[in-house]
Every structure is written in structure tokens, then in C-alpha cells.
């Protein structure tokens, strides 16, 4: 199975390094008007080194879509309607749970017949797959933003369950304590990594056409073999070549 990292074959990737000198930053107050959709609003910016630079909440008020908050040490940005309501205390349950996709929270493992609510609204409530997968085809990801006791884990930002809790099994029964969580970003469904090589193999034929996505569209055929699109992270441009590529637009 290739895995290797979208973004160095589809666009460039810039790094800088600090040198340990020290940098002098020319700081102005933004001297531009700004107008939203044609109004002119006034919101403190600042130019540093010709580029502009805005507080967020300043611009998130300003143009609205999106709310912005601090909880627990990290900022969170909100594309809800309203903020979400997380429970106070952490959710460890058989009743069946609302989840709200994506928020860092403390609650038990996603189970059949909770309901996942996605950044734009939209209500699904989890069912077991063809292949015996939590949520599998349902274009979620139940369990991102959960939290493990044991550790952070840098290709998420993920998980904590609730503490005194054995439920630290996939759909497969696997033990996923220190496990990655998987996203694939042009689906939007996410499942663990042994969830994912359960219910998706690598395409046995070789693609026709570059950027070409597998029947399930979870590869991408891309420098000649099939690319795990879950273990990729690529960037909104990105996908928009994979979409173009394939009549998805």
C-alpha cells in the first residue's frame, strides 16, 4: 500500500527555518478602508511588513458564518448556526448520544444509532456497514476530535475517552489506545486505521487517467499506483483537481 503525503505531488511546499538572529518587524495601523459585500465596516488591522493581519473574532463579527472561542487552552472556530452544546460532563452512556463532528470532547466511543451532527447542520445517524464498519458510506467521521487518556496524536489532533473506561475497540475489535484516525477529506468520512483497511483495499487494475479516484473513492491514482486518499491530508486545491478530474464538480 503506497502512503505518502498528497501535498508534495500535487503543490509545493514551504518551509522556513529560524536562525536564531533576530528580525525587525515595520508595524502600521491597516491604513485601507474595508467593506463587506459593499459595506464599509471598521475593524482594527494592523500592516506588518506589507502584509495585513486581522484579530479573527474581529472577523468573525464582521462577516459572520463562523463563531470563534476559547475553551480548555484552544481557540475553536464554529461554522454552526449556533455554538455547540457540549455536554459538562463527559458522555459515557448505552443510550444513544449526539455527537457534534469533529469537537474535542470527552464521551465514549461512536455506537449504532447515535446521531452525528456535521458542521453544516445536516443530522446522520450511525449505521453499520457492508463490511460491518461503523458509519461506513455515511460521509462521517464520529469519532475525530476524541481524546485517549494515553497520549496525543499528531495526525488528528485527536482523542480523550472518559477515564475508567475499557471501551478502546473499533468496529473490528481492534484496540485503537494510541491508533490514528483517518480522514478522507473529499468524503468527509473518517474511521480508524483498522477500520479502514477492513472495508477498503488497494484497486487491483491500474488507473486510466491521473488523479483518477477508485469506485469507493478512497484511492487516487496519481505517478502511476493508487494512493490511500484516508492517510492523505491534501489542501482545498487539492481536491478541487481531484474533483475536476473526475466530474464531481
Known sequence: MKRFTLGFIIGGVICSTLTGFAVEYAVTANPFPI?????????EGYNINDSTYFKLRDIADAVGGFTVGFTNNTITISTQAEPFDQPSEPTNTDEPITIYE??????????????????????????????????????????????????FNKRVEAYKVFSGTTDFKDSTGKSVINAPYYVNKLTGE???????????????????????LSEDKNWIWLGGGWIDMSVQNPTEADLQTIRDANGLN
Not at 473518517?190 to 483518477?212: D, K, V
Open 35 to 43: 467593506k463587506v459585500d459593499g459595506i464599509e465596516k471598521s475593524i
Open 102 to 151: 469533529g469537537e474535542i470532547s470527552q464521551r465514549r466511543f461512536a455506537r449504532e444509532g447515535d446521531t452525528v451532527i456535521k458542521a453544516d447542520g445536516t443530522e446522520v445517524v450511525l449505521a453499520v456497514g457492508a463490511h460491518g464498519i461503523l458509519g461506513e458510506g455515511q460521509g462521517v467521521a464520529p469519532d475525530l476530535g476524541l481524546e485517549t487518556p494515553t497520549g
Open 190 to 212: 473518517g474511521h480508524w486505521g483498522s477500520e479502514w483497511m477492513a472495508m477498503t483495499s488497494e484497486p487491483t487494475t491500474a488507473g486510466t487517467f491521473e488523479y483518477q
